[in-house]
């Protein structure tokens, strides 16, 4: 069985500062892969960062990046120089043996302007 | 390109009826997935189904069931509807090339309301 763990439920962070999202898992895969999904207000959940286990080199896009310690099971979200549109639920997931996907249960996060 | 489209966007039953969601990929998109959404439940995985079959299924009970067609399109069948059965309902596709280790492309979602 595969699980993830998201313990902060909401999160604020002032415009144009950075903030980081945790996420802790669980799995008996050797192989697997770790994503951070954004859901907006208006519903449409999209990809921010995917991690492939196998690779030690943190993902980055952007403003976002992961700190990925495979040892620990964790993987944290940063969002640096945040901003209003960054205003959401971020969902961990974690897809292991190539036939799930499990999600945490998310942390609404909240820009203050 | 359009992106993944699901219909209706709200659906209102009564306990004991069946709801059909349906869900069209992205084109080209050979995985279909749905989630249900519950307040405070983070999503839960139902189905997932690949060049016409179901690869795997989580923890619902059989009256939750879908299939594939060949167009890729799925639906989604909830069969005597339970209170409980509120939510959100979100599909998304993939590529299907490396199972659900694909990044997955999801749809606005249904609201289905049990009264």
């Known amino acids: 069985a595969q699980t993830v763990t998201q313990s902060q439920p909401e999160m604020s962070v002032q415009e144009a500062e950075t903030v980081t999202l945790s996420c802790t898992y669980d799995t008996s895969e050797s192989d697997y892969y770790l994503f951070w999904y954004k859901q907006p207000p208006s519903r449409q959940m999209i990809l921010v960062i995917r991690?492939?286990?196998?690779?030690?080199q943190n993902a980055t896009e952007n403003r976002f990046s992961v700190n990925f310690q495979k040892a620990a099971k964790s993987f944290s979200l940063k969002i640096s120089d945040s901003q209003l549109g960054d205003a959401a639920m971020y969902f961990c997931?974690?897809?292991?043996?190539?036939?799930?996907?499990?999600f945490g249960i998310g942390t609404k996060l909240q820009v203050i302007p | 390109e359009a992106g993944v489209t699901q219909s209706p966007t709200h659906l209102i039953k009564t306990r004991g009826q069946q709801a059909t969601l349906r869900c069209s990929p992205i084109?080209?998109?050979?995985?279909v997935y749905w989630y249900q959404q519950a307040l405070g439940l983070g999503l839960q995985f139902l189905l997932w189904?690949?060049?016409?079959?179901?690869?795997n299924r989580g923890n619902f009970p059989p009256r939750f069931s879908g299939r594939q067609f060949p167009n890729y399109s799925s639906e989604l069948n909830v069969n005597a509807l339970e209170l409980e059965d509120s939510a959100l309902y979100l599909c998304?596709?993939?590529?299907?090339?490396?199972?659900?280790?694909?990044?997955?492309?999801f749809g606005p979602g249904t609201r289905l309301t049990v009264l």
């Open positions: 189904y690949d060049e016409g079959e179901e690869r």
């Open positions: 998304a596709s993939s590529w299907g090339t490396s199972g659900t280790t694909d990044t997955q492309y």
């Open positions: 991690q492939e286990a196998y690779k030690q």
């Open positions: 084109s080209g998109h050979t995985s």
């Open positions: 997931a974690l897809s292991g043996g190539y036939q799930k996907v499990t």
